[in-house]
């Protein structure tokens, strides 16, 4: 597999080969992506980007077994998840540990930056805040599968097929799943769209 | 358009906008269908307010942090001792030091044990051998043993004489 049709894998190739700049390139393009499915995972902010930060590592560790059998998004998000649920499972072992004893090597990292919280300006209306809060915290009381599969269904980034394949279920399993995800969205959030004033513009 | 086609765009909207064609096949439909219109009022809503979810917040120093940490633990690897200090310091562990050291002192008992059997075995000959001097006839047999020697050292031509003189 000299080329790859999917530019990810090719830069990923690269870094098999110990290419930093390319590991960098992945990492600016995917710390987002990566970092809205673990955030909205993660109840804790903070250690949600420590989680991001350790996928970002498990890659380039893993860089030596990866093959281009899959889209690298596939492969990335895959390692996001499960690590997602290793930091769950933990969790419920040993609720009083934080990340920080997890990966210990992170220690002297410094925490989030304050002033980096938000890169986007948070809407004038506080209405729009409250809007968000509702459907963050409906989201958050998901099952783990459905909020995925509803999270990586957001963008046009996963085909269902790629969706299936991090969930490890069939597609129709996964538009299963994301029907019944939507369902309970809806019911939970009906008092406010039954107003209008969330309905789309 | 049919309930399959009609599935088919939901499930499409979930993904991504729906084109203005598509859009406007569904709203068709739906207008003719009051509980698809409704669900896909409630939809669209839906589709709206997940799109709308705000990206979560990343440093901007993320990519600096990853770098570091792939950094560290490059060096980390590096830093890794080699098989033989991996012996060496597996030597220094209380376990395995204890291990040996009953190892030691098993081996030497064994050594000790075998070189005890061996003396036992050269005791057991040397008793034996004596056992058999014990057996020998009663020494007043040896009584004369000088006298019957010295027949047999006797010149060969006494005997030859007196076989002559006897046959005579």
Known sequence: ?201 | MNESEYQSLLETSWRRPLTADELARLESWAAGHPEAQAEWEAEKSLNGLLARLPDAPVASNFTAQVLQAVEREAKAVSRQPSFLEQVKRWFQRPAPRLAWALLLVGVLWFGYDRHQANVRTDVAKGMSVLANVASLSDPAVLEDFEAIQRLSQTAPGVDDELYAVLNQ
Not at chain 1, 4 to 16: C, I
Not at chain 1, 73 to 96: Q, V
Not at chain 1, 107 to 112: F, H, L, M
Request: with cysteine; proline share 5%; net charge negative.
């Open chain 1, 1 to 201: 597999m000299s080329t790859s049709p999917d530019p990810d894998a090719a830069l990923m190739l690269r870094v098999k080969q110990g290419d930093r700049d390319a590991f960098e390139e992945l990492v600016e393009k995917y710390q987002q992506p990566v970092m809205n499915l673990v955030y909205r995972t993660l109840p804790d902010a903070t250690e949600a980007e420590d989680l991001a930060q350790h996928v970002f590592l498990q890659v380039y560790k893993s860089a030596h077994r990866y093959e281009v059998s899959a889209k690298f998004t596939t492969w990335l998000f895959t390692i996001a998840r499960n690590l997602c649920l290793n930091e769950i499972r933990r969790r419920s072992r040993h609720p009083a540990d934080s990340l920080d004893e997890t990966f210990a090597d992170n220690e002297d990292q410094p925490i989030r930056q304050p002033e980096d919280v938000k890169n986007f300006s948070p809407p004038d209306s506080l209405l729009q805040s409250e809007l968000e809060q509702k459907v963050e915290a409906a989201l958050a009381e998901l099952p783990e599968k459905q909020r995925t599969a509803i999270l990586m269904c957001r963008g046009d980034e996963f085909s269902y097929e790629d969706i299936a394949k991090v969930l490890e279920c069939s597609v129709s399993a996964t538009k299963s799943l994301i029907h019944r995800g939507r369902e309970t969205l809806k019911q939970k959030l009906k008092p406010y769209l039954k107003t209008g004033t969330w309905t789309d513009k």
